[in-house]
């Protein structure tokens, strides 16, 4: 698959996702432990499908070095961090669980492994 391919994917799959939330959350109201699963598996990948095409027009347009070279890949990896952090910080929003504490702690996380593949890479 192509990278030009991959990226039109995402930006179909985008607006779905979005479109599939919101008829999610309009008809099943939030009572079992299904529906929340799949409203934060359906969020998810409506982030991660948005992220990601942004992540890679970003890295191309404004950060022209050789050091980095914006791929599909990356940037899909860049998009699904973005939205396991913020699925993860409103999970534990909706546990009752959250404080600003553990959103620094776990942004930390997400930039150390972005460091550490960009290290790779």
Do not use: D
Not at 53 to 80: C, E, K, N, W
């Amino acid at each position: 698959m192509t990278n030009r391919i991959a990226l039109y994917l995402l930006m179909l799959l985008a607006p779905l996702a979005w479109g599939g939330l919101f008829v999610f959350t309009h008809l099943v109201p939030p009572q079992t432990l299904l529906a929340y699963t799949t409203f934060f598996v359906l969020l998810g990948v409506a982030l991660t499908s948005t992220f990601s095409p942004l992540a890679y027009f970003i890295g191309l347009r404004f950060i022209p070095s050789r050091l980095y070279r914006a791929t599909v890949r990356h940037a899909l990896l860049q998009g699904a961090l973005l939205a396991l952090w913020i699925v993860f910080n409103l999970l534990l929003r909706a546990l009752h669980s959250w404080n600003i504490f553990t959103a620094v702690v776990s942004l930390g996380i997400v930039l150390v492994i972005e460091v550490l593949s960009l290290g790779r890479k």
